[in-house]
């Protein structure tokens, strides 16, 4: 038996010296448990820090530094003791730390439970972890709530923050602005509507009273000539007056309608159950605008 320990320990210490720090962490978990020795707990320590497993190596460094004294009983164990307490010293800054970090209300979930690539953890208290990706998984009576996976390097202090009720409530809240943003598009593509029908009518009105007044003015004077003392010469000074006003009813008009269709066009569709259609419809006609509301 003796012979088979110290052919697995040389084994171990090959792949250690090779760099096959896999195959010389498998060989010296063997070894520390047919033949342990401060040396090969020593080098198992060493195998977990180059396979990047620091918390384990950590562990395994402190379990040779806590020893007693008299537990090294020749020069070999002794400087065993000696390297593990330094090699320590230099691990611990490299190991990073993780913190969860819960809302009031997250903390006073029922059945709360925060789980770290598949072991229970708790929030208070920042926690040692190895280098990498990892994974926190909140769950509580209502089943699972947030799940987050993130990268760590060495020597960094992490804070992870799971705060799924409020963000819920962010996210509700958020919603309601939306549709309430929605809405008052709508208002106002609704008063646009309103002011570009209005202009069209205004327009198309002192237009058409604008062209008769042209009419009558141009066939009792001719050549811009009217008999004096005749109303004719009213009809041109109207008509110039009216032609200016159905110009800027018509600009009005193409703005309000051209301001309804953009907001038509952006304005975000509402969720609902049914769809609503809009009561209000324009009406535009000779001598006449308006919008009409359908109760």
């Known amino acids: 038996m003796r012979s088979v320990d110290q052919a697995l320990v040389q084994s171990a210490m090959t792949a250690y010296q090779r760099h096959d720090y896999t195959a010389a962490l498998s060989l010296f978990k063997r070894a520390s448990l047919s033949a342990p020795s401060l040396t090969v707990r020593l080098y198992l320590a060493r195998s977990y820090a180059a396979a990047g497993q620091l918390v384990a190596a950590t ?113 509700k809240k958020s919603e309601q602005a939306s549709v309430g943003g929605s809405s008052a598009r709508r208002t106002f593509s609704v008063v646009a509507l309103g002011v570009g029908a209005t202009g069209l009518g205004v327009g198309t009105v002192t237009g058409i009273a604008a062209m008769t007044r042209y009419s009558r003015a141009e066939a009792h004077c001719p050549a811009n000539r009217c008999t004096e003392g005749a109303p004719y010469p009213e009809d041109g000074s109207a008509f110039r007056t009216l032609r200016t006003i159905s110009v800027a009813g018509y600009a009005a008009g193409g703005v309000g309608i051209g301001t309804w269709l953009g907001l038509l066009l952006t304005t975000p569709p509402t969720k609902t159950e049914h769809p609503r259609v809009s009561p209000w419809t324009p009406v535009v006609g000779v001598g006449s605008a308006g919008a009409r509301y359908v109760f």
Request: no cysteine.
């Open 59 to 171: 562990d395994t460094y402190r379990s040779l530094v806590e020893l007693d004294e008299t537990s090294a009983k020749s020069a070999p164990e002794q400087a065993a003791m000696e390297s593990a307490r330094d090699e320590l010293a230099q691990l611990r800054p490299r190991v990073p730390s993780l913190e969860v970090a819960l809302g009031d209300s997250e903390q006073h979930s029922r059945n709360l439970r925060l789980v770290l690539d598949g072991r229970l953890i708790t929030y208070s208290a920042p926690i040692s972890v190895d280098p990498g990706h990892h994974e926190v998984v909140a769950s509580d009576a209502d089943g699972e709530q947030e799940r987050i996976g993130f990268e760590v390097g060495e020597g960094e202090a992490k804070t992870v923050g799971m705060n799924w009720r409020s963000t819920s409530r962010a996210s």
